[in-house]
């Protein structure tokens, strides 16, 4: 069995492009300058459609994370136990993605992280790793 893969929109196409070429992008308003990580048409804050892509540094703080011992699916089997985090980038948009590198113990709120990149098929996704201390 396989991990599932993202199957790109039209609206969420050119994230997953940035992605594949390790780069995480994500939507500013150039009306009110609201930032948000999912695509859309439109601004979550003021609903103008003058978005814009921007790339972010790839730096961002744990906010909270779990640690799964049951995989969701026997895809994921092998990979258990993972960390699931949120993490708050420092542009000001929120990520959802896996800790990679570090032992679950290691993971702490507040702590530091960089975002690289692992293939999922022939998609690279998002994943944190944590900064030196």
């Known amino acids: 069995m396989h991990k599932p893969v993202p199957q790109p929109t ?3 196409r050119p994230f997953w492009e ?3 070429q ?15 990580l999912i695509p859309r048409t ?14 972010s540094a790839g730096k961002g703080v744990v906010l909270s994370h779990t640690t ?11 990979d258990v136990p993972y960390v699931i ?7 000001g948009f929120r990520l959802m ?15 530091r992280v960089r975002i690289g990149f ?8 998002p994943v944190a790793h944590l900064e030196p201390q």
């Open 118 to 125: 692992e293939a999922r098929g022939e998609t690279l996704l």
């Open 22 to 36: 390790q780069k995480l992008q994500f939507q500013a308003c150039k009306r009110c300058h609201t930032v948000q």
């Open 97 to 111: 993605t896996n800790v990679r590198g570090a032992p679950p113990s290691a993971v702490a709120i507040g702590q």
């Open 42 to 55: 439109v601004c979550t804050q003021c609903h103008a459609p003058d978005l814009e892509w921007k790339e």
């Open 18 to 20: 940035a992605c594949n």
């Open 10 to 12: 039209a609206h969420t």
């Open 68 to 78: 799964v011992y049951r995989a969701p699916t026997p895809a994921f089997k092998a």
């Open 85 to 91: 985090a949120l993490i708050d980038m420092d542009e």
